[in-house]
């Protein structure tokens, strides 16, 4: 899902502009294994990186040992993951609402893509992406019907394409003209199979949908699909977003509190970077024996256990240094998780938290209109797909779907609702 364009095709500003984002909030839902990759990755990164070290030809694998053991220690904080599911697990709390009659739109509600997946699986997809990026989009790619009767014809699929796949649109007149999309296929090389990229243009060209694909530079001829032997005057690809289904680029939602979740583990790592190497206490020791009168009166050599015994002179002196347990690093992280949670991270708090009921309220009715906004575009959004599905298919017929929108916790107390969180994070629900 993150993988960025390697061939040259042209990219929306948009999509330029929101790679990092969408970058940093799958790495933050995947967590320290997600955070330490993006450092690696050429999406580039926001607020999540390793202590600065000299490095020369000499050092060079010690220096990256260090930054390895810097991150090693760090310990992640799974707000973002956790968030994430439990948003996507609150929309599909239900399963989605399917009406119609017609027997060829109910099997196409069994295997939408063509891979089994369930109308209720595809919708649950879109909702995890679209948390994660705010965008999504739905190819309605017509059966192959040419010569069969109505009642031979077979069924159309939905292909789903992640905002990292939708690299460019056009519109004029409010129509959109043309989409460009990375897709992934398989080629055989000797025994061998290797992952390659292609690219997908639609596109309406003297008036007629195209579809055309770009494969090691060379634009294979154009498909033009039909209904009823009659070719497509628009682009059978739909939009879904977070605040709306337009092919416009939404906020990601949960990019705030990705950003602030890598910024405490940032934290995290210098914290436990300063205890490995300050947080042990120091011995030192100040005499004027040498160094035979002091092997000689300690045979077993200096020890610095609690249960070791040394023997010096009345002259000699022994100290022990320590740095103190308070500082500035694990109150600045205390003061990240607190804004962790203002930003709607769904994590498990302290019973004695000093918060006031509105302010929890607040908190929980911002998160859950969100989920309400998204679960309607989702909706409306896979409804027009079935419909063009239909249309492709040559079957008429209502199609209502619903999307889940109502949850547990519309009717709940900020207390109810917290309990609600902490059953499903340990476990429980």
Not at 84 to 105: C, P, Q
Not at 216 to 242: A, C, R
Not at 335 to 352: C, F, N, P, T, Y
Request: charged share 25%; hydrophobic share 35%; aromatic share 8%.
């Amino acid at each position: 899902n993150t993988r960025v364009n390697t061939m040259e095709t042209k990219l929306d500003k948009g999509y330029t502009d929101n790679l990092p984002l969408w970058a940093q909030v799958r790495a933050a839902i995947r967590g320290k294994q997600g955070a330490i990759k993006l450092l690696d990755s050429s999406y580039g990164y926001f607020g999540i990186i390793s202590p600065h070290y000299r490095i020369t030809q000499s050092n060079h694998a010690e220096v990256n040992q260090k930054r390895l053991a810097y991150f090693g220690r760090g310990r992640f904080f799974e707000a973002t993951g956790r968030t994430h599911d439990a948003y996507v697990g609150m929309i599909g709390s239900r399963d989605v609402e399917f009406e119609t009659e017609n027997e060829k739109l109910i099997e196409l509600s069994r295997n939408v893509d063509g891979g089994n997946s369930t109308l209720n699986d595809f919708a649950l997809e879109i909702a995890s992406e679209l948390l994660i990026t705010a965008r999504y989009g739905v190819l309605v790619d017509p059966p192959s019907n040419e010569g069969k009767t109505i009642s031979q014809m077979g069924s159309s699929k939905l292909v789903g394409y992640a905002a990292e796949s939708i690299v460019r649109h056009v519109e004029q007149s409010g129509k959109l003209v043309m989409v460009e999309l990375l897709e992934a296929y398989w080629k055989k090389v000797d025994d061998d199979y290797e992952c390659k990229e292609q690219t997908r243009r639609l596109e309406i060209v003297d008036g007629k949908y195209t579809s055309r694909i770009k494969r090691e530079d060379d634009w294979e001829e154009p498909v033009i699909p039909t209904i009823k032997g009659d070719p497509l005057n628009y682009i059978p690809f739909q939009f879904f977003g977070s605040e709306n289904n337009k092919p416009s680029y939404d906020r990601p939602v949960m990019f705030g509190l990705a950003h602030q979740n890598m910024g405490h583990f940032m934290l995290d790592c210098d914290n436990r970077d300063n205890l490995h190497y300050h947080a042990q206490g120091k011995t030192n020791i100040y005499t004027d024996m040498d160094n035979e009168d002091i092997a000689a009166m300690n045979p077993g050599g200096i020890g610095v256990g609690a249960k070791d015994v040394n023997v010096f002179d009345s002259t000699s002196k022994m100290e022990i240094l320590q740095i103190e347990a308070t500082g500035a690093l694990p109150a600045e992280m205390l003061r990240d998780e607190k804004r962790l949670i203002m930003l709607g991270a769904q994590v498990a708090q302290d019973s004695a938290t000093n918060q006031t009921l509105g302010a929890k309220e607040i908190e929980s009715n911002a998160s859950t209109s969100q989920l309400k906004r998204i679960a309607n575009n989702i909706s409306n959004g896979l409804t027009r797909c079935v419909q063009l599905a239909a249309e492709f298919m040559s079957v008429s017929g209502d199609v209502t779907i619903k999307v889940n929108d109502q949850f547990v916790t519309d009717n709940m107390t900020a207390q109810d609702v917290m309990a609600v969180f902490q059953g499903v994070q340990g476990g429980e629900v």
